[in-house]
């Protein structure tokens, strides 16, 4: 389909470990569309990590095979790269936003520093103009006095604000498409909230596309355009956020979406039309600003 931007066919990924072979991922299918969010959903262990890295070529173990599949990104299979060109790709089409920021960021270093490092590796500009990059980058991500945070190192900042720094590195080169391994589960709920409003933001302001790991239905409430349910290196069932989120097909996403209290629907609020009970249930907050026909439609 012209609007896929990311297409993961029949991806298949073994481990082969001194216990034996462990198959993480088994035939899934998943596809992020262009500008859309995808939702990568289910409980620990299920394949989501390992599936979101086999698209940047990061397994990073002898140990991992991919054993079937293509992974089709704007048609050309990232599978059939060599390094080098995945290097190319990381960082200048794709960006990455991984888990524990902490460890993302390089404490011997200013954040300045670090963003100025990246952008040079992926554009052609000199050292004053890769400064500005960085610092629009900052702002770009809302990071309070962003030409002060220049000069910190990540121990001087809070876990939002590293993480936020993540961010604006992985946005520096202006990716398409933003890989984020569940990229609040580190943070207190109220940060957990800003950083998800702001790759909200991202999406509608830039139209980066976002695939984001989570194990968390409240998640894809707030901010996704479709969902893929993963378990035991399957995915179960995947379509848009509207259909799955308001008639699950497999039992194990029932269950799953029942462990979100505020998605549990009363007899009264099904006789609200669909798309009103979504708008009004999901995101009041997330209608500030302009309607969520992403979630609502
Ligand atoms: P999730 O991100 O959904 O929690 P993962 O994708 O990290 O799960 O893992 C999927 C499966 O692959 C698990 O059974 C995990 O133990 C296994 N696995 C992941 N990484 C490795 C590795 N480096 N070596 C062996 N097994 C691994
Ligand atoms: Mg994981």
Redesign the pocket.
Known sequence: MADDLLRIEDLSVD?H?DGGV?H?VKHANITVRDGGILGLV?E????????SLSVLGLLG?T??EITSGRILFRGADLLRKGQAELRRIRGGHIGLVSQNALSALDPSFTIGAQLIEVIRRHQKVDKANARKLALEALELVALPEAERRMKSYPHELSGGQRQRVVIAIALSCRPELLLADEPTTALDATVQKQILDLLLEINRELGTAILI?THDFGVVAHLCTDVAV?RR?EVLESGTAEQVLSSPEHPYTQGLMKAVPRLRLSAQDRAVPRAERRLTEFSESALVGGGRERVAL
Do not use: D, E, L, Q
């Open positions: 481990f470990t462990v993480a289910g620990s262990g299920s394949g989501k990590s390992v599936t173990t140990r991992a790991v993963m290196g």
